[in-house]
């Protein structure tokens, strides 16, 4: 697999202590890295752009799911084939980025799972639990970590999960468009270091994706643009 035809897409929000770190690791493997300034009002922009990625800005925090989508629009008509998706706070560690290669050769859309350890927050771990049986119940995909968002797809792919939710809500509803196509998919392990307890999908954002996912199942059917 040529790796000019994988981009690499990281939204980051005032990632200046991280980000010139992950874009110059990612590139070790993936050629073309895409990075998509969502509002910040530190130096993220300047040091992604000296790291070697593209950076594309929001003038405004729009939230990773828009950021995301920005991206994945971006590296889609720029004739990408196939798109890794990874954070740009050092939780995501790009040397595992040739695993996430390797299976893009066999399935539709890669997740990945944080394994288990003490540095995850108690609060995590039990609102990941309920999430991940959640979607099984309604959507038939069995998934260790349903809020990971270190994930892998074809570009054919992203245009059948195309997400709308412009928070964290869409690593949920990439999910749900997953299991409604029944798409191939597959999960490997990855480490993950939390260096700020406080950030990413809290207790509030817990609820409000358990209550799309039974939104997405029973009242929106439509894969809206």
Same mark, same amino acid.
Request: hydrophobic share 40%; with cysteine.
């Given at each position: 697999m040529k790796t000019s035809n994988i981009w690499a897409v990281i939204p980051a929000y005032n990632e200046e202590n991280e980000i010139s770190s992950i874009v110059k690791k990612t590139k070790k493997y993936v050629k073309n890295v895409v990075v998509v300034d969502d509002g910040s009002d530190d130096q993220t922009k300047q040091l992604a752009q000296n790291s070697g990625a593209? *950076?594309?800005?929001?003038? *405004?925090?729009?939230?990773?799911?828009?950021?995301?989508?920005?991206?994945?629009?971006? *590296?889609?008509?720029?004739?990408?084939?196939?798109?890794?998706?990874?954070?740009?706070?050092?939780?995501?560690?790009?040397?595992?980025?040739?695993?996430?290669?390797?299976?893009l050769k066999k399935y539709d859309v890669i997740f990945s799972y944080r394994k288990l350890s003490r540095e995850m927050p108690l609060i995590l771990r039990i609102g990941n639990w309920f999430i991940s049986n959640t979607v099984k119940f309604l959507y038939g995909i069995k998934l260790k970590d349903t809020q990971c968002g270190f994930r892998a797809f074809s570009i054919e792919t992203y245009r059948k999960i195309r997400w709308n939710a412009p928070d964290y809500s869409m690593e949920s509803e990439m999910i749900s468009r997953a299991g409604k196509q029944r798409l191939k998919y597959v999960q490997i392990p990855i480490d993950t270091i939390y260096s700020d307890k406080y950030k990413g999908t809290t207790v509030l954002d817990g609820i409000k994706i358990v209550l799309n996912m039974f939104w997405w199942k029973f009242f929106n059917n439509k894969n809206k643009e």
């Open positions: 593209k *950076v594309l800005k929001h003038l *405004v925090n729009l939230g990773k799911g828009a950021a995301l989508k920005t991206g994945c629009d971006y *590296v889609a008509n720029k004739g990408a084939k196939f798109i890794i998706a990874l954070d740009a706070d050092a939780q995501h560690n790009p040397n595992d980025l040739p695993r996430f290669i390797e299976k």
